[in-house]
Nanobody, 122 residues
Framework: QVQMDESGGGLVQAGGSLRLSCAAS????????RAWYRQAPGKQRELVAT????????????VKGRFTISEEVAKNAAYLHTVYLQMNSLKPEDTAVYYC???????????WGQGTQVTVSS
């Protein structure tokens, strides 16, 4: 079973930056496309960014050019895989709870963690 731990959220003014982290244990996390999602109040969860094993990244149009997804893998006994989301030039519409997951067959595969709250004030 994969456990994901999202962190790094907070309150920031518009134009500011935050770096989110998602720490996951277990090699299964590396078998699929890694992704960040977000869910704003009253809205459906949406895909924000993805990264593949060859380093290919993709972004939602609303965040392209402002957000960067990256990752690192510690190949030790715990096989800790950390996925980051660097968020720059934040806007109030970026306010949401951010979650990480992996994608299989075009859909999130794992259960959702607690997420990390990002609040951008105007």
């Amino acid at each position: 079973q994969v456990q994901m731990d999202e962190s790094g959220g907070g309150l920031v003014q518009a134009g500011g930056s935050l770096r989110l982290s998602c720490a996951a244990s277990g090699s299964i996390f590396s078998m699929y496309i890694r992704a960040w999602y977000r869910q704003a109040p009253g809205k459906q969860r949406e895909l924000v960014a993805t990264i593949t094993n060859d380093g290919t990244t993709n972004y939602a149009p609303s965040v392209k050019g402002r957000f960067t997804i990256s990752e690192e893998v510690a190949k030790n006994a715990a096989y800790l895989h950390t996925v980051y989301l660097q968020m720059n030039s934040l806007k109030p519409e970026d306010t949401a709870v951010y979650y990480c997951n992996v994608i299989w067959d075009g859909r999130p595969l794992l259960g959702w963690g607690q997420g990390t709250q990002v609040t951008v004030s105007s």
